[in-house]
């Protein structure tokens, strides 16, 4: 019974590359889109706004890139911040379209 658990568990090196993508790149564009719109939308002077929304872009990308390990989907976890990814890009778009501050 141990060796079918242990194959069970295996985990291929595609699966591990893909998350590594998720985990870095992908994590680096969805946290940056998400300390924009932070630093955006927050009410305080925008030097403040920014470095708050820096602060938490820290916190951020360690929680995205531990939960792209996390997560036993992959399909789950690249639809989830692919959407995160196109709600954030839109608010973001919408921010400057409409003259919020820089």
């Not at 291929?12 to 790149?25: K, M």
């Not at 954030?88 to 501050?101: D, E, I, K, N, V």
């Amino acid at each position: 019974m141990a060796t079918t658990a242990l194959r069970r568990r295996r985990v291929s090196r595609w699966g591990v590359a893909v998350r590594v993508l998720a985990a870095i790149p992908a994590n680096y564009l969805l946290t940056s889109l998400a300390t924009a719109c932070l630093a955006r939308v927050l009410a305080m002077p925008p030097a403040e706004a920014s470095v708050a929304a820096t602060l938490f872009s820290f916190a951020l990308f360690a929680m995205l890139a531990l939960t792209a390990f996390a997560m036993r989907s992959i399909v789950r976890l690249w639809l989830w911040m692919i959407g995160a990814g196109i709600v954030l890009g839109g608010g973001l778009w919408l921010s400057l379209a409409t003259g919020g501050r820089l």
